[in-house]
């Protein structure tokens, strides 16, 4: 799992296991890039948690500002 700010910087990198939970809040957008993507949930601004993509794929989803997205591994 990677998240960059809107420079491009990494702001977390690493290996989320089951039931973990990594909240950010960002004033510009908010990438996210899972290798796994079937084993991730975001909820973006509070809303419902979706799955960011099918098992084993690689994804990445940009949220624009003012953002704040919560990932949890199911």
Not at 10 to 19: H, S, Y
Not at 30 to 47: D, W
Request: proline letters at 7%; charged letters at 25%; a negative charge.
């Amino acid at each position: 799992m990677v998240a960059r700010d809107r420079r491009w910087q990494v702001t977390f990198e690493g290996i989320m296991k089951e039931g973990d939970s990594e909240v950010w809040t960002a004033e510009e957008e908010l990438r996210i890039r899972a290798g796994n993507a079937g084993g991730v949930k975001v909820s973006f601004n509070e809303g419902n948690a979706q799955l960011l993509g099918q098992p084993g794929m690689v994804a990445e989803a940009v949220y624009p500002p003012p953002t704040t997205a919560q990932l949890t591994t199911p």
